[in-house]
């Protein structure tokens, strides 16, 4: 499946956003989709996962409270809402995509075949 990650922005702390990612070439609904953040020079890390069904999802604790995973299968999207937006959410944003673990909840960057090509997120202080 083709991603494409929008909606990112230079935003002030405590502002909000809503990043989106669309998917084309497959339909969305038969894959798990994961939110990650990558830094410059440093790993992209963990931020939001939703099943295939839109039943489970997980967060980082960092991001907990304030950010919504969400999707709608019939528009072949998936969203992150950021609220309460803090400088050190600062970074790119990427979606991505599993088919095989499409009813799981993971973490791990390494287990998504698809991604995105990321949206920039900038929170001012």
């Known amino acids: 499946v083709q991603l494409q990650a929008s909606g990112g922005g230079l935003v002030q702390a405590g502002g909000s956003l809503r990043l989106s990612c669309a998917a084309s070439g497959r339909t969305l609904s038969d894959y798990a989709v994961g939110w990650f953040r990558q830094d410059p020079g440093k790993a992209r890390e963990f931020v939001a996962v939703?099943?295939?069904?839109?039943?489970?999802?997980d967060y980082a604790d960092s991001v907990k409270g304030r950010f919504t995973i969400s999707r709608d299968n019939a528009q072949n999207t998936a969203y992150l809402q950021m609220n309460s937006l803090k400088p050190d959410d600062t970074g790119v944003y990427y979606c991505a995509a599993s088919y095989r673990y499409r009813a799981t909840l993971v973490r791990r960057a390494a287990l998504y075949p698809d991604w995105g090509q990321g949206t920039q997120v900038t929170v001012s202080s």
């Open positions: 939703i099943t295939w069904s839109g039943r489970l999802t």
